[in-house]
């Protein structure tokens, strides 16, 4: 039966027009998760998609991942650590790496013998009638789109592993048959038996060998030829994946150049997909569900959809038949839970069917009361179980449930309130008896009203959110939808987008993560995939710590806290890891972590053998200092920042060559190798070595150690200018000047640390600058970003503008930014979103030397604006304003009356303060008061 419905009209307190600022809007539904909007509040996240037919809230907890508490360390790695050593040393690279991939990486979850169903697998190939033949009837097939460069789960087999067949044909003509073909599959994910007309071709296992396979001209046939791959996908993402870049078709060719593409749909069939267990080195981020909505169908008209960051709230409108609809989303952090209400202008014309779904296989959908649904899912493979409730509130109207769904019909509006919680206990334990407490805390929040809950969380979000504010002008633009904005800003300026942007990765960190939180992973807290990328965990060499580069700056210090808790739990954990794998005393963290806390390598000793993660960690803790200036911060974290130096202490060793101290086995993060002493570790352990000094002396602490802390600085291997004049990569001169490779390691002296700086060190600025101009401007999104921030710091504002402006190019086989804003690697990653935003902030304000720093790097396109609230080291609390290109005016609130030191267009100010004082300066920084 055709439904009909209107909605009640309600009052929202500080609606927003199109034009407002901190507003990203759109004139049509998300068709794609990567144009839905984010909302969350650490626990709980979720992605609305704003449908007017059908919607889609995809949302997910912070603690469902797969896997299990376990020790992830091998205790005997240690006995191969000087061999190790030797060999890197009389550079043996590939018998080192070898060697750490037999003895020297970390235990992986448990694994089956998967040999007797590989032979069954196999046996469909030994068939006289099997799939791979030229006349098998696959006539009863499905179809999936090939390839799938994400894997077949982006494609329809979601959360599939196993065995698959994959059929197409190709035709020839007579004089196509004169030769040999290449048939060209690039990746297949993860082994392959490709057939061409019943004949084996190629056979290859791993996901990233090439397939380029002979067809010899004698199997091929004039007209329908056939191709068949069994896929066999172990674990992970499956299927033919192709190029990245999808603009390069598979497909196959001959000698004269004739190219036949076969992309396209293809027919298909999962032959198993109870495959053997797989063991991992580390667990992966998990979706939860999904809110599936089912509104009656009609002519729709002013759609529009939007996310409000200074109500960090999400809103969906259009008008049907005359009749206006309203949708508000939000999720609170005072309530733990996410709420939705639906409405309209005219009474008893809300209706709508409401399903919970899943894309966990194993998972019960269950009547808890008439208004009310739970869900429980389990993760495959895993320990974790995870339980939501789901309750609609109704103003007039009537509910009914049947078979698993909620319908409502002809009310005058509907709440909607969805809460959720996991057997996760800590990195250790599990919690077994939490549906209880979690029954009685969806019990307690649906007593309250939305107006009550609303209120709650906008006073919450809004004392975070409002701290600070920029406008950089350019209002006009704020009338077109926040996609059309991001496509014209390649050809047209746009200033008030690049605020949006900042304001942004402000409200994402807010809504990723919050005190008593896991902090924010590789996509925050929004994953929509059983797969995702690099499972969605923490990688500690770049990515989680960039997460977290706006927070001082950007004045959301609180934040910090949730990623100071893991820093502790992975002080605890990585205590062992540094004695089994080092001999060492303190504790480490390689290039990975996850919610069980791994810190032994994972993945490839190439690369995952870096042992500085936990250093770098250490600097975030100092960072919080020194812009807050409260000794308690290092007073608590200590033991850790004394943990990660007693690590450094044994680890380095001397290198015979030099006499130097250096970092060995260790690689300049995802490029090179296993190698000795790259310059990234120097630079990282010398700026642990200082925060530990420092801090010592705060808690008046350890004087013997840091005297000897303190001796070791100058005996680490320096950093170093190359035959090119730029900054080594490496101990030795090696560097590639055609070398593009995304990550810029070496240069961290300059960004996020400050060893490198034009007061102290202008050579190794210059040389800092060549190798960025010989690694490239281009990359993945979050290279871009960290870009952005090395070229603030060399005070160039037009390459730093540039930057920003790849970094705000729509997503495509490079990096960028999706519709919704999120950063694109690609695939979605959030660092790119954050450091971005600190990337801008650096422009603005810097504080890294003696001297804050005011309009350090700023572009012509930004030549006028208006910040309030960016804070600086030292605890200083700073609003300006400038126009046509020069500061206006300037004030400075200092927190804790520390000494003041301003720096502006070449003029210096230095001047004691008082504690909650603000001074106000001049164009000239002169003190007016």
């Known amino acids: ?215 010899p001209k004698e199997i091929l046939r004039e007209g329908t030829n056939v191709i068949a791959v069994q896929v066999i996908n172990l674990a992970g993402k499956g299927g033919i994946s192709g190029y990245k870049d999808t603009s390069i078709p598979i497909g196959l060719k001959n000698v004269a150049g004739k190219f036949i593409s076969i992309v396209g749909e293809w027919k298909y069939w999962i032959q198993d997909s109870n495959v053997p267990k797989v063991g991992v080195f580390q667990a992966s981020y998990q979706p939860f569900g999904i809110l599936k909505f089912r509104f009656p169908e009609g002519d729709t008209q002013q759609y529009e959809r939007s996310l409000d960051l200074e109500r960090g709230s999400a809103e969906v409108k259009y008008k049907q038949a005359g009749i206006q609809f309203t949708r508000t989303y939000f999720a609170s952090y005072p309530d733990n839970m996410i709420a939705i209400r639906l409405a309209a202008d005219k009474p008893g014309q809300v209706s709508f069917a409401l399903a919970m779904e899943t894309k966990h296989e194993k998972h019960r959908v269950w009547k808890v009361d008439n208004h009310t649904l739970g869900m429980t899912v389990n993760v495959k493979g895993g320990a974790l179980e995870g339980t939501s409730f789901l309750t609609v509130k109704l103003d007039g109207g009537t509910i009914t449930e049947k078979e698993g769904q909620l319908y409502v019909q002809g009310a005058n509006a509907a709440d909607v309130y969805l809460t959720a919680a996991t057997n996760y206990g800590d990195y250790k334990t599990l919690s077994p008896d939490y549906i209880a407490p979690a029954e009685a805390h969806h019990q307690k929040i649906r007593k309250k009203s939305f107006s009550k809950l609303l209120t709650a969380h906008e006073r919450d979000y809004g004392d975070l959110f409002s701290r600070f504010s920029i406008d950089l002008g350019g209002e006009a633009q704020r009338a077109i939808p926040t996609d059309e904005r991001l496509r014209r800003f390649e050809s047209a300026e746009d200033p008030d987008l690049v605020a949006l942007y900042v304001q942004f990765g402000r409200y994402l960190q807010i809504a990723s993560a919050r005190a008593g939180t896991h902090p924010a992973n590789l996509q925050g807290i929004w994953n929509p995939w059983l797969e995702p ?175 000897s802390i303190q001796t070791m600085i100058p005996q680490i291997a320096p950093n170093q200018i190359g035959q090119y004049g730029q900054l080594q990569e490496w101990l030795e001169d090696i560097d590639d000047p055609d070398n593009k490779h995304r990550h810029v390691s070496h240069l961290w002296g300059l960004h996020p640390g400050n060893e490198i700086n034009m007061d102290e060190t202008p050579e190794l600025v210059e040389a800092a600058k060549q190798s960025l101009i010989m690694r490239g401007d281009d990359g993945t999104g979050w290279s871009l970003a960290w870009k952005i921030n090395f070229w603030a710091r060399l005070k160039d504002a037009q390459h730093t503008y540039k930057m920003i402006k790849m970094l705000l190019r729509p997503a495509g086989s490079a990096g960028g930014s999706y519709p919704n804003l999120f950063d694109a690697h690609p695939p979605f990653q959030i660092d790119g979103n954050f450091g971005g935003a600190a990337g801008i902030g650096e422009m603005l304000v810097q504080s890294h030397t003696s001297f804050i720093d005011i309009l350090p790097a700023l572009p012509r396109e930004l030549s006028e604006g208006t910040v309030r609230g960016i804070k600086a080291r030292g605890n200083f609390e700073i609003d300006l304003t400038w126009g046509n290109h020069q500061l206006k005016e300037l004030s400075v609130r200092s927190n804790e009356g520390k000494l003041l030191k301003l720096r502006y267009d070449g003029k210096v100010v230095e001047m004691p303060t008082s504690k909650k004082k603000t001074y106000t300066f001049d164009t000239a920084l002169n003190l007016l008061k």
């Open 1 to 215: 039966m055709r439904l009909t419905f209107f909605f009640l009209s309600f009052y929202i307190m500080g609606i927003v027009t199109v034009q407002g600022q901190n507003r990203l809007w759109y004139d049509e539904p998300a068709r794609e998760w990567e144009e839905a909007l984010p909302i969350g509040n650490g626990k709980m996240g979720a992605m609305i998609f704003g449908g007017d037919t059908v919607e889609e809230v995809q949302f997910n907890e912070e603690t469902l991942w797969t896997g299990e508490p376990r020790n992830y360390n091998k205790l005997s790695a240690h006995r191969y650590l000087d061999t190790l050593r030797l060999l890197i040393e009389q550079g043996k690279q590939d018998e080192a790496e070898k060697l750490a991939m037999d003895e020297f990486m970390g235990l992986k979850s448990e694994s089956e013998d998967n040999k007797p169903w590989l032979e069954r697998m196999g046996a469909e190939r030994k068939k006289e009638d099997g799939a791979y033949t030229y006349d098998f009837d696959d006539t009863g097939w499905s179809t999936i789109p090939v390839p799938s460069y994400e894997g077949w789960e982006e494609v329809g087999l979601e959360g599939v592993d196993g065995a698959a067949w994959f059929r197409t044909t190709f035709v020839l003509t007579a004089d196509d048959l004169k030769s040999d073909w290449e048939l060209d599959l690039n990746r297949v994910r993860q082994y392959d038996y490709t057939y061409v007309n019943g004949q084996l071709i190629g056979h290859e296992e791993g996901d990233g060998t090439k397939r380029l396979y002979t067809v």
């Open 533 to 707: 990328s690099w499972g969605s965990k923490y990688t500690t060499n770049i990515n989680l710590e960039m997460n977290y580069w706006p927070t001082e700056m950007l004045n959301l210090s609180e934040l910090h806290g949730s990623l100071f808790q893991m820093i502790r739990e992975l002080s605890e954990a990585g205590k062992e890891t540094a004695r089994a794998y080092y001999g060492a005393r303190g504790w480490v963290l390689h290039h990975n972590t996850d919610v069980w806390r791994g810190t032994a390598p994972i993945n490839n000793s190439n690369h995952g053998i870096w042992p500085a993660g936990g250093a770098w960690l250490v600097t975030h803790l100092w960072e919080q200092y020194l812009f807050n200036q409260d000794p308690k911060i290092i007073a608590e974290h200590y033991d850790i920042i004394k943990g990660a130096t007693l690590f450094f202490k044994d680890f380095l060793v001397k290198d015979e060559k030099t006499g130097w101290l250096v970092s060995t086995p260790s690689n300049s993060p995802e490029n090179g190798g296993l190698v000795k002493g790259p310059t990234m570790d120097h630079q990282i352990v010398r700026a642990l070595f200082r925060v530990f000094t420092e801090s010592s002396k705060l808690v008046n602490r350890d004087a013997l150690l840091r005297d």
